[in-house]
């Protein structure tokens, strides 16, 4: 069993000297354990640091909020744009089928003077008004009366396909503009969560 002998400290100069060099260091050992302690207190005491962090907390959440309302704004876009892109399908198949009957009822008034015209160049002997002609007398006053209704229809459901197509252009340039709202936002938080590229 070895024994360790301690010697005695090593001195570079003189025992004075080396007391004040001690007493210098553990004095600014001190002088920075206070300030260390200081600046600790001042931090817990300074409320602007947790306002920044607070801020920046509120800011996220309001973004995050943001961008849910976006998102859910562009989904009832969407929908709404299908919904009118649909509403136009049928309308536009009504007003194919009332310009379809509407050519219909005009063939029918022709037949129907043509018809007229046949009966006034009857001979003599057969030019008595008869049933026939108040037939087509009545014929034709309802083919005019349905020409006009139709007519008057037809002139709606136009109408209405314009307004339509106003529609579906105003929500589709709104629904651009918050699905760039989004591509935007997107962009902007990916270039924060990874600044390398």
Known sequence: MAVIMKSPPLTVGPELWRNRSMREIQLGQTVVRNSDKNCDIGRSLDIVPQIRD????????????????????????RESLLETNEEIKALTRGKEALERTLEHTRKDIQLNK?????????????????????????EYTHLLNCKKSLEVQLRSVQQHLQ???????RTFACLQERSRVLDLLCHSLSAVLRPEK
């Open 163 to 169: 307004c339509l197509e106003n529609i579906r252009k």
């Open 114 to 138: 043509d018809s007229r015209l046949v009966r006034i160049t009857r001979p003599p002997v057969e030019k008595d008004r008869d049933g026939a002609d108040d037939l087509l007398d009545a």
């Open 54 to 77: 607070v801020l920046a907390t509120l800011s996220n959440d309001e973004i995050r909020k943001y961008m849910r309302e976006v998102r859910v704004i562009v989904a009832k876009l």
